[in-house]
């Protein structure tokens, strides 16, 4: 076959033609796909916008507590490491470890018997000087009567009232060492200063007791009532002392995950410093603890109680956004759009916010799904039931 065949020429026009109505045909497609589909970045609605579903809350009028919290370590009231005075032998000890007692109940007993004796040589030293003095004041009174009658000299006068005052000097100081000794014999009874519990006995019965060991007997730990040391931001302990002026202030302590409220008190004193290193002060709060929740060096967390706001407007913590012009909330308007409000947040408690300006009583306001949310968006109100029962347990004083 010739290069310029007629068939192969035929064959070149032929294929040319198809790839011409291939490339026709798919034109044709796409332009009649794009005319059909034009509704893509609609929704479900006949052409109208995306609707959102959404979770929304009702602006409420109620009191609010204002709190500062902070975290404290408990204190016990009063603690006590029980020594001995005397030196002797530990001869009883009546308690129990964890035994709670009261102040002047016997805790333990020294042997007595050497301060008995101690006692009684001591009173007989007495005895001996009390007769001698007697003796030298009779004769005192006779050499008054022989000095006035001439019969002796001064000297003699004065030298006998002297040895008077000797013996009144040792009698005194004889009766001194007989209450020295009777205040030993006292100590060898050792009861309790305080009220409170026994901890873990530090030494048995039948061992030397000295006035010097360093550990003591036992040790009492008064925790009714008990103490708890915390501590807050420099910037709000005026504020705190302020509202001390009009009364007391109630505090309560919560379990270390701040969910358990376990006891109830009140402030008594602020610390008379900050500390410079972490910028905080430390206050001091008591509590009756009558059934025993608080215990010594137990952590917990503190939240006082300043003052409790009347009648704000209310909305959820979870509804308020915050954005370059500041904070607002989502509400929804009765077409079912959503509108942005600017918002002006009084102060935050727990899952609440006080709202000053931007939100009304009856307000509906957005709790979730604020993300996909721009104004004039439709949106539809999921079944808020579950969030409300969550809410009201959430409530202060439910």
Same mark, same amino acid.
């Given at each position: 076959?010739?290069?310029?065949?007629?068939?192969?020429?035929?064959?070149? =026009?032929?294929?040319?033609?198809?790839?011409?109505?291939?490339?026709?045909?798919?034109?044709?497609?796409?332009?009649?796909?794009?005319?059909?589909?034009?509704?893509?970045?609609?929704?479900?609605?006949?052409?109208?916008?995306?609707?959102?579903?959404?979770?929304?809350?009702?602006?409420?009028? @109620?009191?609010?507590?204002?709190?500062?919290?902070?975290?404290?370590?408990? !204190? $016990?009231?009063?603690?006590?490491? *029980?020594?001995?005075?005397? !030196?002797?032998?530990? *001869?009883?000890?009546?308690?129990?470890?964890?035994?709670?007692?009261?102040?002047?109940?016997?805790?333990? /007993?020294?042997?007595?018997? +050497?301060?008995?004796?101690?006692?009684?040589?001591?009173?007989?030293?007495?005895?001996?000087?009390?007769?001698?003095?007697?003796?030298?004041?009779?004769?005192?009174?006779?050499?008054?009567?022989?000095?006035?009658?001439?019969? =002796?000299?001064?000297?003699?006068?004065?030298?006998?009232?002297?040895?008077?005052?000797?013996?009144?000097?040792?009698?005194?100081?004889?009766?001194?060492?007989?209450?020295?000794?009777?205040?030993?014999?006292?100590?060898? @009874?050792?009861? $309790?200063?305080?009220?409170?519990?026994?901890?873990?006995?530090?030494?048995?019965?039948?061992?030397?007791?000295?006035?010097? !060991?360093?550990?003591?007997?036992?040790?009492?730990?008064?925790?009714?009532?008990?103490? *708890?040391?915390?501590?807050? +931001?420099?910037?709000?302990?005026?504020?705190?002392?302020?509202?001390?002026?009009?009364?007391?202030?109630?505090? /309560?302590?919560?379990?270390?995950?701040?969910?358990?409220?376990?006891?109830? &008190?009140?402030?008594?004193?602020?610390?008379?410093?900050?500390?410079?290193?972490?910028?905080? &002060?430390?206050?001091?709060?008591?509590?009756?603890?009558?059934?025993?929740?608080?215990?010594?060096?137990?952590?917990?967390?503190?939240?006082?109680?300043? /003052?409790?706001?009347?009648?704000?407007?209310?909305?959820?913590?979870?509804?308020?956004?915050?954005?370059?012009?500041?904070?607002?909330?989502?509400? =929804?308007?009765?077409?079912?759009?959503?509108?942005? @409000?600017?918002?002006?947040?009084?102060?935050?408690?727990?899952?609440?916010? $006080?709202?000053?300006?931007?939100?009304? +009583?009856?307000?509906?306001? *957005?709790?979730?799904?604020?993300?996909?949310?721009?104004?004039?968006?439709?949106? /539809? =109100?999921?079944?808020?039931?579950?969030?409300?029962?969550?809410? @009201?347990?959430?409530? +202060?004083?439910?």
């Amino acid at each position: 076959m010739s290069k310029h065949s007629p068939y192969s020429l035929a064959g070149r =026009i032929l294929t040319c033609a198809c790839m011409a109505l291939t490339l026709s045909s798919c034109g044709t497609n796409a332009d009649s796909k794009q005319k059909s589909g034009g509704g893509g970045g609609k929704g479900g609605h006949g052409g109208g916008q995306m609707t959102i579903p959404v979770a929304v809350a009702k602006a409420e009028v @109620r009191d609010l507590p204002v709190l500062l919290n902070g975290l404290g370590s408990v !204190d $016990a009231f009063n603690t006590v490491a *029980v020594k001995s005075r005397i !030196d002797g032998q530990l *001869v009883q000890v009546p308690v129990k470890e964890g035994q709670e007692v009261k102040q002047g109940e016997l805790l333990a /007993e020294i042997d007595p018997r +050497p301060y008995q004796v101690q006692l009684s040589q001591a009173e007989a030293t007495l005895f001996k000087d009390q007769a001698a003095l007697k003796d030298a004041r009779l004769n005192l009174d006779r050499f008054q009567q022989l000095y006035k009658d001439g019969v =002796i000299s001064k000297q003699q006068l004065d030298t006998q009232g002297s040895l008077e005052a000797q013996l009144d000097g040792a009698v005194r100081a004889d009766q001194a060492q007989v209450d020295t000794v009777k205040l030993n014999l006292a100590y060898t @009874r050792v009861t $309790a200063p305080v009220s409170g519990r026994i901890g873990l006995r530090q030494i048995d019965v039948g061992n030397m007791v000295h006035a010097s !060991d360093p550990n003591g007997l036992l040790v009492i730990t008064q925790l009714q009532p008990i103490a *708890v040391i915390f501590n807050l +931001p420099q910037d709000n302990l005026q504020a705190v002392s302020q509202h001390m002026r009009n009364g007391k202030l109630s505090v /309560e302590a919560y379990s270390r995950d701040d969910q358990t409220k376990l006891a109830t &008190g009140s402030l008594t004193t602020i610390d008379n410093q900050i500390d410079a290193t972490t910028g905080t &002060g430390k206050l001091k709060a008591v509590f009756e603890n009558r059934d025993r929740s608080l215990w010594p060096n137990q952590f917990v967390n503190v939240h006082l109680l300043l /003052e409790v706001r009347k009648n704000n407007t209310v909305v959820p913590a979870a509804a308020i956004q915050r954005g370059p012009q500041g904070t607002y909330v989502f509400g =929804i308007k009765s077409d079912n759009t959503a509108e942005m @409000r600017p918002v002006t947040v009084a102060f935050t408690e727990g899952n609440f916010a $006080a709202i000053s300006q931007g939100v009304s +009583p009856g307000d509906n306001v *957005v709790t979730d799904g604020q993300d996909k949310l721009q104004p004039g968006t439709h949106v /539809e =109100i999921r079944d808020g039931r579950q969030q409300n029962g969550q809410r @009201r347990a959430a409530e +202060p004083g439910q």
